[in-house]
């Protein structure tokens, strides 16, 4: 009795004091964070100095040098590159999209459009009748009417769901294999609605992928408020429309991830990542999408350091080359560590914006969950304690699958993300500095356990 | 055992049978909201065809009459006006704050200022040397060399917090009581720092009280970059500044309270009453503050309507004359319901801003909490979920406080907050849409539980 008695007694006493001794330290973190964090000003840098940075572009190359200079500035032991084949899609100039005829009538009514990434397009302008459709099964249905058209997908981002990044699920489909689909059918060009449910019309780009078996053509996004005026236009009768669009694929191009660490003082071989994708579209600065996951992942870097943090484990913060239009550079980093055999005990990515924290989405093995669940009532006073197992990111991917490593995502509150994501609008602007803040805040408390307690 | 087996088995299906059958009618509400919600458009209506609407202006009167159409027009049994007295501050034009000599050298640097509400100027220009302190411990230390001096105050709003809300408690008594606290000694005009952290310049204004005891002297608050600039200056050595304010106290006009009712059908003379206030600062589009919330109020009304609601108890929509200044709006509701001796067994308010719903502060007795308790996990699924025992509203304060009549506020994601709270910057472009969509969501979910239990 009396040993069951002191057991049911020391138990708690000891998860007490240790989860003080953690939530002084990840206080000390926050306020340092919240007093002397830097994510808010790197982030300036990176999109108003650096700007939009598509993998293969020369701003790609100058956000690989900010990186550097950035990483070796706050503190790291090392910084280094790794080289990384990257793909390089160039839109080019005076892509274009209008309504050319209404019954017959000629008219001239531009709509405002993308080409989408990795879409081609000659410069030359396709003009045909638009056959719209709301979704892959109106196509199959109409799929004889196809030869020579241009088809519109308007396959609508469901308002209802709580989560946008849901219905962002359903409609990427469209994005991603329409143009392939309706080429399938003998479409000539593919216009979409955009993926998105925001107030304005900006146009929201986007990876899609060409089924070699098909012609490869020209593939757009609208905004919503021309979506529904094509959409209402072809309700009424016949409409042609004109596409121009002049997206190119080059040659690969040799590009980096860039690496910072810090060295492990108990297990220097034992790699804990954490890491956003410095590449983003063209047409924006990628302040969420993901400046917000790179300036994160330097801030915990910084913070660490600040407060005098010596990781037992060592830690990575990867500045991954190229999540949009390829992962080359997530494939790469799991190469490399495959080829020297590393091990990764955990990585974290943030890839799902700047905005207030809500919590993590794990990928770990459910005996790995109930240890994390643990610490879930340490990072709830700073808004990230929602945990769920499910989850982890893009660039970590090919490492988790490699290795089985446990992964985890950051996960803000989206409601705002798709109004902005792949659009003009993701500036600086839109990025709330304390929202940011609290990011890193619960970024690094997380890496602070996972460091201290393993997994 | 039996018994007891039965009550283990049956207990849970009845609750879950229960929550089956309000989360379907929750889910209901959400859907037409996001699909048909109004609150949006109506914002928009609010913020940039009535626009700032402080009590006892042109724009209040302007407010109350959108209020009443709209309500009218959204299908409410009845709608109509309460008549109360609003007092009536107007600020003038031309108020200005400069920096005129620096070390007795002659120059003209412009501060970006706003008078704070209530504070009165006569137009002239007031010139003297300014003592910035941080506190009033130290304006206490200095009380001697106060007299014939312009007192600035420039405490921080603590950035550390993880509730900004929080901050702004501790510096508002600076606002509220600085000017008074600094003509004791003989002050002759005061600047504080904007009860913010925002990144930008923007002067936040807000209520001021004078103590009769003490001069009135003219009072406002400088834009971040200013207030640090001048703070800046005065460690250098000594700064004379130029101060004109034109506020004026008129007297006392009348406005309203617009309110709706849906009659109960059960319990006709038993009142819930949702609301937000309708009053604004008059440098912005209160579209925070309060405008969500009365679009809110008016979306809740909307929606029980559309999925064909028909309440046990009598519901009233309100929207309260005036918060900013005087909380006229609400004394008077709170008044007339006594005087006819009517019966709220609950009141809601939404003056937190439009920001994604996070839960919902309470002001119950611990056995009604417990009650409410209850239907946490129906709310949480929208964002509504973390439900604290401590809140209310200001405006359903003098409700609370006649007939212990229980409360609640709506608890949103308040990290934006203050950025833009009594700023310029309150407009409607700093709503997001779903964001402001789901608050509606958690009130009319909340409102149909405590209409259909009871509390």
């Given at each position: 009795?009396?040993?069951?008695?002191?057991?049911?007694?020391?138990?708690?006493?000891?998860?007490?004091?240790?989860?003080?001794?953690?939530?002084?330290?990840?206080?000390?973190?926050?306020?340092?964070?919240?007093?002397?964090?830097?994510?808010?000003?790197?982030?300036?840098?990176?999109?108003?100095?650096?700007?939009?940075?598509?993998?293969?572009?020369?701003?790609?190359?100058?956000?690989?040098?900010?990186?550097?200079?950035?990483?070796?500035?706050?503190?790291?032991?090392?910084?280094?590159?790794?080289?990384?084949?990257?793909?390089?899609?160039?839109?080019?100039?005076?892509?274009?999209?209008?309504?050319?005829?209404?019954?017959?009538?000629?008219?001239?009514?531009?709509?405002?459009?993308?080409?989408?990434?990795?879409?081609?397009?000659?410069?030359?302008?396709?003009?045909?009748?638009?056959?719209?459709?709301?979704?892959?099964?109106?196509?199959?249905?109409?799929?004889?009417?196809?030869?020579?058209?241009i088809v519109f997908f308007n396959y609508p981002f469901n308002p209802t769901y709580i989560i946008p990044g849901r219905a962002y699920g359903e409609s990427g489909v469209y994005r991603h294999s329409g143009p392939s689909r309706a080429a399938k059918y003998g479409a000539v060009a593919v216009v979409i609605r955009s993926?998105?449910?925001?107030?304005?019309?900006?146009?929201?780009?986007?990876?899609?992928?060409?089924?070699?078996?098909?012609?490869?053509?020209?593939?757009?996004?609208?905004?919503?408020?021309?979506?529904?005026?094509?959409?209402?236009?072809?309700?009424?009768?016949?409409?042609?429309?004109?596409?121009?669009?002049?997206?190119?694929?080059?040659?690969?191009?040799?590009?980096?991830?860039?690496?910072?660490?810090?060295?492990?003082?108990?297990?220097?071989?034992?790699?804990?990542?954490?890491?956003?994708?410095?590449?983003?579209?063209?047409?924006?600065?990628?302040?969420?999408?993901?400046?917000?996951?790179?300036?994160?992942?330097?801030?915990?870097?910084?913070?660490?350091?600040?407060?005098?943090?010596?990781?037992?484990?060592?830690?990575?913060?990867?500045?991954?080359?190229?999540?949009?239009?390829?992962?080359?550079?997530?494939?790469?980093?799991?190469?490399?560590?495959?080829?020297?055999?590393?091990?990764?005990?955990?990585?974290?990515?943030?890839?799902?914006?700047?905005?207030?924290?809500?919590?993590?989405?794990?990928?770990?093995?459910?005996?790995?969950?109930?240890?994390?669940?643990?610490?879930?009532?340490?990072?709830?006073?700073?808004?990230?304690?929602?945990?769920?197992?499910?989850?982890?990111?893009?660039?970590?991917?090919?490492?988790?699958?490699?290795?089985?490593?446990?992964?985890?995502?950051?996960?803000?509150?989206?409601?705002?993300?798709?109004?902005?994501?792949?659009?003009?609008?993701?500036?600086?602007?839109?990025?709330?500095?304390?929202?940011?803040?609290?990011?890193?805040?619960?970024?690094?408390?997380?890496?602070?356990?996972?460091?201290?307690?393993?997994?």
């Amino acid at each position: 009795m009396k040993k069951i008695l002191f057991l049911f007694l020391a138990l708690p006493f000891f998860a007490i004091a240790q989860n003080n001794e953690d939530s002084i330290f990840i206080k000390k973190l926050s306020d340092d964070i919240f007093t002397n964090g830097k994510a808010y000003d790197l982030l300036y840098q990176l999109t108003k100095k650096v700007g939009g940075r598509l993998a293969g572009s020369p701003q790609f190359a100058k956000a690989v040098q900010w990186g550097k200079i950035t990483m070796q500035s706050i503190g790291a032991d090392t910084v280094y590159l790794q080289e990384c084949m990257l793909p390089h899609w160039v839109r080019g100039n005076g892509d274009k999209v209008s309504i050319v005829e209404l019954n017959k009538k000629p008219v001239s009514i531009s709509l405002d459009a993308l080409a989408l990434g990795n879409s081609l397009g000659n410069g030359k302008t396709v003009t045909a009748e638009v056959i719209a459709v709301k979704d892959f099964a109106e196509l199959e249905k109409r799929k004889d009417e196809i030869k020579g058209k241009i088809v519109f997908f308007n396959y609508p981002f469901n308002p209802t769901y709580i989560i946008p990044g849901r219905a962002y699920g359903e409609s990427g489909v469209y994005r991603h294999s329409g143009p392939s689909r309706a080429a399938k059918y003998g479409a000539v060009a593919v216009v979409i609605r955009s993926l998105t449910e925001a107030t304005d019309n900006n146009p929201h780009t986007g990876a899609m992928q060409y089924d070699s078996a098909f012609a490869k053509i020209p593939a757009a996004a609208l905004g919503l408020k021309d979506a529904d005026k094509l959409w209402n236009e072809c309700k009424n009768g016949k409409v042609k429309i004109a596409v121009i669009m002049h997206g190119k694929q080059m040659p690969d191009t040799i590009g980096h991830n860039v690496i910072a660490e810090l060295k492990g003082t108990e297990f220097p071989d034992e790699f804990i990542t954490v890491g956003g994708h410095l590449d983003s579209w063209d047409v924006n600065e990628g302040a969420h999408d993901d400046g917000a996951g790179i300036v994160h992942t330097i801030e915990v870097l910084r913070a660490l350091r600040a407060v005098g943090y010596h990781p037992k484990h060592s830690i990575r913060f990867v500045l991954f080359a190229n999540e949009e239009n390829g992962l080359r550079g997530g494939t790469k980093y799991a190469e490399v560590a495959k080829s020297k055999n590393e091990k990764h005990i955990f990585a974290l990515e943030s890839d799902e914006g700047g905005f207030t924290p809500r919590g993590f989405g794990f990928g770990v093995s459910p005996a790995q969950y109930q240890k994390v669940l643990a610490w879930q009532n340490l990072l709830k006073p700073y808004g990230g304690g929602d945990f769920v197992n499910g989850g982890g990111g893009a660039d970590i991917g090919p490492l988790a699958r490699t290795f089985k490593t446990p992964v985890a995502g950051l996960n803000p509150d989206n409601q705002r993300y798709f109004d902005i994501h792949h659009a003009r609008s993701d500036v600086f602007e839109s990025v709330n500095k304390r929202e940011l803040l609290l990011g890193a805040i619960n970024m690094s408390a997380l890496i602070y356990l996972i460091d201290k307690y393993g997994l």
